[in-house]
């Protein structure tokens, strides 16, 4: 039965399928029972129903919430909405006492409310999700610091660190996501209850009281913004595709680490599938299904976007298709974090490979440009001297190491015994211990330091 039946014609079958929302929106029946307590709570304690209206009500309104967590009530999905189906319900079991419930309230801010309680309830799981990633980043740095790996740029191999040093850079990554999604919080964490259709209303209704019962920091200030303001989806949706980004990049570059040519990292088979062919395969299929589903977040941010540009001011049932590209980008980025620590907690790490293929592709001849910087040249000297010992390298199928002390006199004088000990790789990374870098000192620092961030959250 429509909300507003009562004087239109109503809708035939395939409109009303085409209208209604309580498909997707029935999920949020418990953000939609809390904030209508809170509201007919206000109502009575200011005296706009009386105490015994307010109870019959109240009380109704809780076992309704109890029966549906309990199976016992089942949502009718013929209704409009969530918001429509739980007021028919209540009138239907407690009768004229229960339209009073929409006194001084219109779906229009009940739906706003409705959705800033379901995201203040997720991002606190997706929080929850990242800190355990976070926490199991810390653990595989901890165990690697002596892990040493090539470290790539345009894929390539440039500069010796260790998978410590390595993983560490996303543990940056998803704390940036965590501060990012806490200020989202904050900023969104307001109550738009009260604002009713556009310009609140007559009655002498308290917005601070429901404010406090709901556990919002405070009224939204404006009611016109409060009933058409979806800011707080799309910074979720952005917040959300940058996480997805982020396990992105990662997916793809362990999909590659595993591959026979890297053999860096096996996947645990808990996270790998075989093929129905092929019987020697073990593919990496958890870590592609996140790299794909990263481009389905991406479409839930500009979906809305788009949904959003040119609504004017203020409800517009537009707003109605908020809905599903949240629901859909908050369930795609708990599952990928979850997925992802699973992944990380059962990664076996070969570090004999990492370690040989760190020796090859010149990682230290920075190394040996720095040595003759140490010796005196400037380093754009050292840096061409350098180029050419690599070109004759090259050619030769030489490692640095293997050049002898007469050949690298030739390239030039300065060159002395002490030259072999600098560029060993150990050496290079130890040297390598200023803020930030991938020295097991300054990796220990960047531990300490996450855990400590993490810890203030
Ligand atoms: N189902 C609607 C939504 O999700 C609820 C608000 C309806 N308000 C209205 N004026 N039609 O947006």
């Known amino acids: 039965m429509y909300l507003w039946g009562s004087h239109l014609e109503g809708l035939e079958e395939f409109t009303h399928e085409f209208n209604k929302s309580i498909d997707f929106d029935k999920i949020l029946y418990e953000e939609d029972i809390s904030g209508s307590l809170a509201h007919v709570k206000m109502l009575s304690q200011v005296g706009i129903i009386t105490k015994d209206d307010g109870k019959i009500i109240l009380d109704e309104l809780k076992n309704i919430l109890k029966e549906i967590k309990d199976g016992e009530l089942e949502i009718n999905l013929k209704e409009e909405d969530i918001h429509s189906f739980i007021e028919n319900e209540l009138t239907n079991r407690v009768g004229d006492v229960g339209k009073k419930i929409h006194t001084a309230r219109s779906r229009n801010d009940q739906c706003a409310l409705d959705l800033r309680l379901y995201a203040k ?6 929080k929850e999700e990242l800190l355990n990633l976070i926490q199991e980043i810390i653990e595989l740095a901890g165990k690697n610091k002596d892990t040493i790996m090539p470290g790539f740029t345009h894929m390539q191999h440039a500069q010796v660190t260790t998978f410590a040093h390595y993983i560490l850079s996303y543990g940056q990554m998803f704390y940036r996501d965590l501060t990012r999604l806490i200020e989202t919080y904050n900023r969104l964490d307001e109550n738009p209850l009260g604002s009713c259709a556009l310009v609140t209303t007559s009655f002498n209704i308290d917005r601070f009281m429901t404010t ?3 556990g919002f920091k405070k009224p939204t200030e404006n009611s016109m913004d409060s009933v058409s303001d979806r800011d707080y989806v799309l910074e979720i949706l952005f917040n959300n595709s940058l996480i997805m980004t982020h396990l992105s990049r990662l997916c793809e570059e362990l999909i ?23 019987p020697q395969k073990k593919n990496p299929d958890m870590a592609e299904l996140i790299r794909g589903k990263s481009g389905r977040c991406y479409g839930d941010l500009f979906t809305l976007f788009t949904v959003l540009k040119g609504t004017p001011q203020t409800y517009n049932k537009d707003f109605q298709e908020d ?41 230290n001849a920075t190394d040996l440009a720095d040595y ?11 840096y061409s001297i350098v180029g050419q010992i690599v070109n004759f390298s090259s050619e030769k199928n030489l490692k640095l190491e293997d050049i002898s002390l007469e050949k ?14 600098f560029i060993k790789i150990e050496n290079s990374l130890k040297n390598r211990n200023v803020y930030g870098g991938p020295a097991k000192e300054a990796v220990t620092i960047q531990i300490n330091n996450l855990k400590k961030f993490i810890s203030k959250i």
């Open 212 to 214: 406090d019962i709901l």
């Open 323 to 363: 809905k599903e590209p949240l629901f859909d980008s908050v369930k795609t980025v708990f599952n990928s974090l979850k997925i992802m620590k699973g992944i990380l907690e059962t990664l076996y790490i070969n570090k004999e490979k990492m370690r040989i293929s760190a020796e090859e592709g010149f990682l």
């Open 408 to 421: 690298y006199k030739i390239f030039n004088e300065i060159f002395e015994e002490g030259l072999y000990e």
């Open 256 to 278: 590659y680490f595993s591959s026979s040519e890297y053999s860096y990292i096996k996947f645990s088979e808990k996270f790998s599938t075989g093929s129905s062919i092929m």
């Open 121 to 126: 309830k997720v991002l606190k799981s997706i």
């Open 372 to 382: 003759l910087v140490l010796k005196g040249l400037p380093f754009r000297e050292a």
